[in-house]
């Protein structure tokens, strides 16, 4: 079945760079916002001086020059790794570069689908998150979630319409529209509060 994690989540990041030609110095560069990925990486397995041990997160990154590749960190692997984006970013570069490797964090030349259907297998539950979905404090969240969501520019409706085929739920954080980093540190919130 996989191993368990309580909070499990994926960024389709669509301009995210796939080679480790990117600067430290300006990870929004070129609009590939390298920034945005390693955010979303510290608010997926962070908390004040802890790491959430229960947690992952994939980053599916379709930018140049040869996408797809799911760089996948994991909370209870994860080693000499801080929490701020530079240097979770140079460790991006690292694996990439194939320069180090951290049992923590994996690569892997497979896209959005195939990681669907892989985490499918291991009997996971999707969520995507989706303004028009249903507000999260009015669902039960099941066992073994993953969530689900795009970066500034959004999820594309094909993908969106392929989790929909594996019973996924669209959920909302409420009317406002935040920033994906912001969107998984209010997930973290709201399970926390349920004790999930």
């Known amino acids: 079945m996989g191993t368990f994690y309580s909070r499990e989540f994926i960024l389709f990041a669509r301009k995210a760079v796939t080679s480790s030609e990117f600067s430290l110095d ?60 530079r240097n979770i970013a140079s460790w991006i570069k690292k694996i990439i570069g194939e320069q180090a490797t951290n049992p923590g964090i994996t ?29 999260i404090r009015e669902i039960e969240i099941k066992e073994r979630p993953v969530f689900i969501l795009g970066d500034h520019i959004g999820l594309p409706k094909k993908l969106e319409k392929f989790v929909e085929r594996f019973d996924a739920e669209k ?8 920033l994906s980093s912001q969107c998984i540190a209010i997930l973290h919130y709201e399970l926390d509060r349920k004790k999930f």
């Open 107 to 135: 690569k892997r030349k497979i896209g959005f689908e195939d990681l669907i259907r892989e985490l499918t297998n291991q009997g996971k539950n999707f969520y995507i998150l989706h303004e028009k979905g249903k507000d």
């Open 171 to 178: 959920i909302s954080l409420g009317k406002v529209s935040y």
């Open 26 to 85: 300006d990870l929004p560069g070129s609009g590939r916002r390298m920034d945005l990925v390693a955010r979303c990486i510290a608010n997926a397995l962070w908390v004040s001086r802890a790491l959430r041990r229960d947690s992952c997160i994939h980053v599916v990154a379709y930018g140049k020059p040869s996408p797809p590749l799911t760089i996948s960190f994991y909370g209870d692997k994860l080693r000499g790794v801080n929490v701020d984006e």
